[in-house]
């Protein structure tokens, strides 16, 4: 085996036996017995430090859905059902592309890949940190949409938890929304 | 270190950007970059455009990562040539899938430029 080949499967062994939260042991809790919160805020918090070198902070949740900004939706199959979203302002938006980037200036598809792209990394980490689950859960490619009037209905029963935190003064409201 | 050409495969025009960078970041001195947005895109992009090292998302739409890399690591254009995986896609199952398909090394996003010049360093044959 080749000296990378080797290190990539150790390093992803390692991962799956660190990890302290389990779901598919015997004893592991039930799906509607965890709380994915912190899970969600720490997958989260981790994404914008490397991608944008920035500390989230917490915030209450605003209504700035209604006035406009983006939104970025993954969604889960498989042993998870649901999506995650994640939506902010225009400006939150641009300035997420411009430090990718690391240019001043972006175009519109730009700032939606962008904010894709940030939806997936905060899915996929989340997914990553629930051993088990990540074996046999699947990502899909983002969506992201413009504009904020617009409702999200899921035809399955399930419950969301969500978190705001703050990007450079601007609300960001990362949302899971799981089915039974 | 030799000037490198090197083909990013991700379906985010920003994420292939931000690999370039981190390439750059890395040391590693690029002559040329090719970019396809998926799978069958970078397949196409392989017979015009040898390159010496692929870098290479998983989830993407018309072809996807594990796909490419089994036909890359057969066809004419890229035998031979190191393919690793940059994808979110964490699980031992997909580490395991890609690395039997024939990639040589595996970077979990978000990534910082030192697990780029960490894992990629090395296929090339370079001390990271």
């Known amino acids: 085996m080749l000296w990378g080949i080797k290190r990539a499967a150790d390093q992803a062994r390692r ?3 660190t990890k302290t939260m ?3 042991a015997a004893s592991a809790p039930k799906k509607e017995e965890v709380d994915w919160l912190p899970i969600l805020e720490r997958a989260t918090q ?3 430090e490397i991608v944008l070198g920035c500390q989230l902070t917490p915030t209450e949740p605003s209504d700035d859905k209604q006035k406009g900004g983006f939104t970025a939706i993954v969604g889960l199959a498989g042993a998870l059902c649901g999506v995650v979203t994640v939506c902010c302002p225009v400006q939150a938006a641009d300035q997420m592309a411009q430090g990718m980037l690391g ?4 175009s519109p598809r730009q ?3 962008a904010l894709g792209e940030i939806c997936n990394m905060v899915a996929g ?3 990553n940190k629930l051993a088990g689950t990540d074996e046999r859960c699947m990502l899909s490619v983002p969506t992201v949409i413009s504009g904020g009037q617009y409702s999200l209905h899921s035809l399955a029963a399930g419950r969301s938890v969500q978190t705001v935190q703050l990007f450079k003064d601007a609300p960001v409201t990362i949302r899971l929304q799981l089915q039974e | 270190m030799d000037k490198i050409r090197a083909l990013i495969v991700d379906d985010s025009s920003v994420m292939r950007k931000i690999v370039e960078r981190s390439l750059r970041q890395a040391g590693i001195d690029l002559e040329k970059v090719v970019e396809a947005g998926n799978g069958a895109e970078a397949l196409t992009a392989l017979h015009d455009n040898p390159v010496d090292l692929i870098l290479c998302d998983i989830n993407m739409p018309v072809m996807d990562g594990l796909e490419f890399v089994r036909q890359a690591a057969t066809a004419e254009n890229s035998k031979g040539v190191p393919i690793v995986m940059i994808t979110t896609e964490g699980s031992e199952t997909h580490v395991v899938q890609a690395l039997s398909a024939g990639a040589r090394g595996y970077i979990r996003k978000p990534f910082t430029p030192d697990q780029v010049k960490e894992h990629v360093l090395p296929v090339l044959g370079k001390k990271p």
Not at chain 1, 103 to 106: F, K, N, Y
């Open chain 1, 15 to 17: 991962r799956t036996a």
């Open chain 1, 22 to 24: 389990t779901t598919n």
């Open chain 1, 46 to 48: 981790e994404v914008f």
């Open chain 1, 103 to 106: 240019e001043a200036t972006v």
């Open chain 1, 111 to 113: 700032v939606a890949d």
């Open chain 1, 125 to 127: 980490n989340f997914k």
